[in-house]
């Protein structure tokens, strides 16, 4: 049986991957069956994108409070309880009785959806820097997955059997894989540290003073996630318009193609482990790039639409696994704090790139979504090459 470093099989690997899809999973599960849900509880579809944004909410604060968890507690112990307790919140939201239940589950399954990125660092520990980026690799490409299929798998489920049934398989999934990680994790009662809870939150902003690159992968993270987000948020509007009149099924065949940020990402990760991270951040910046100059141009022929959302996708992957990566390699001791930091500034980055995006549909098209999204590589570009460039 192949090994990595610190012991990690092949096997273990594929399976903490496959927990990163699944959780990660919960959060748009509820997407492609809003208009039932919002029958089922006698609400306006509009209600159901409160759904979201408190699913949103959820994940905001987990990121904050329960990622650097893993800094204090035993890593092998909060992911196999945090773990449990998703699939505990699916539960609620399969057995909610009326709507204000629903919506508060969806909080609780947005804050419990955090698990992988308690469980992105500890693999980067285990591997140790020789295999950190080819490991943050595979985990970042089962996160991916997991995210993209979410709601194929739901709208499927939900054609033929009751959108309820979706928040039942979903937790036994997760109980599944809760039991095997219970019995795969090596076992270590270690802490990462004598700090408590408090004074490690307390410690968050001075570790995003001292450490420079961490500041530098927070702020490309931002930008490319941003961009990223402008594109997805607004595709539907653009592919519905009289340029396709194509409908939502035609997007979900269109996501497919983003499979290939999921299939680049191991790859990506092999890379970051013989090639500057830097580098390998630049050239996904100039892959979202030359994809945003090629959506305004010709957004309207299908081939470059496709070959758009590949390098869109492949060029994302690229900036999250060696900026994820450059992060983790500044000290074991602090890496789920340091995840904490890029994480969100990652997803306040999608968060703003939708709300952009959205609302520059409204206000100029599609022409008004692409100059966004270029504006948004524009000061991706320039704090990569000015802002930051004594740290290359």
């Known amino acids: 049986m192949e090994k ?41 579809t509009s209600a159901i994108g409160s759904i979201t944004m408190l699913t949103q909410v959820g994940y905001a604060l987990g990121l904050l409070f329960i990622v650097p968890l893993g800094d204090v507690l035993n890593k092998r112990r909060l992911i196999i309880t945090m773990a449990g307790l998703s699939s505990v919140s699916l539960l609620s939201a399969f057995a909610a009785p009326n709507f204000q239940v629903f919506i508060f589950s969806a909080f609780l399954i947005g804050l419990l959806s955090v698990v992988p990125q308690i469980i992105i660092p500890y693999g980067a520990v285990l591997a140790g820097p020789e295999k950190r980026g080819q490991i943050m690799g595979k985990l970042l490409s089962g996160l991916l997955v997991g995210i993209l299929l979410s709601r194929t798998f739901s709208g499927i489920i939900a054609s033929f059997l009751p959108w309820r049934s979706i928040y039942l398989i979903a937790p036994l999934m997760i109980i599944l894989l809760t039991v095997l990680l219970a019995i795969k994790m090596p076992k270590d009662s270690s ?5 408590s809870y408090v004074a490690t939150l307390k410690s968050i902003p001075l570790l995003v003073k001292k450490q420079k690159v961490l500041r530098e992968a927070a702020v490309s993270g931002f930008f490319m996630f941003g961009t990223f987000s402008i594109f997805w948020s607004t595709l539907i509007f653009y592919i519905s318009s009289p340029v396709y009149n194509w409908g939502t099924f035609a997007a979900g065949v269109l996501a497919i193609f983003g499979l290939s940020g999921a299939v680049a990402a191991p790859i990506v990760g092999k890379l970051s482990d013989k090639y500057a991270q ?21 957004a309207a022929h299908i081939v470059p639409l496709v070959l758009s959302i590949i390098l869109l996708d492949i060029g994302n992957q690229f900036g999250q696994v060696a900026n994820q990566t450059r992060v983790q390699n500044l000290g074991e001791q602090v890496s789920n704090r340091n995840n904490t930091v ?3 500034s990652y997803f306040i980055g999608g968060a703003v790139g939708s709300f952009l995006g959205t609302t520059m549909w409204g206000i100029a098209n599609w022409p008004g979504v692409t100059l966004t999204a270029l504006a948004f590589q524009a000061c991706a570009i320039i704090f990569h090459l000015f802002v930051f460039r004594k740290q290359s």
């Open 4 to 44: 990595h470093s610190n012991g990690l099989t092949k096997q273990f690997v594929l399976l903490l991957a496959i927990t990163c899809g699944v959780v990660v999973a919960n959060m748009y599960y509820v997407q492609p069956i809003g208009t039932q849900v919002a029958e089922s509880f006698h609400v306006s």
């Open 191 to 195: 802490k990462n540290t004598t700090l």
């Open 278 to 298: 830097r580098t390998i951040v630049w050239l996904g910046v100039l892959m979202q790039t030359s994809s945003f100059i090629i959506l305004h141009f010709f």
């Open 342 to 344: 890029f994480m969100f």
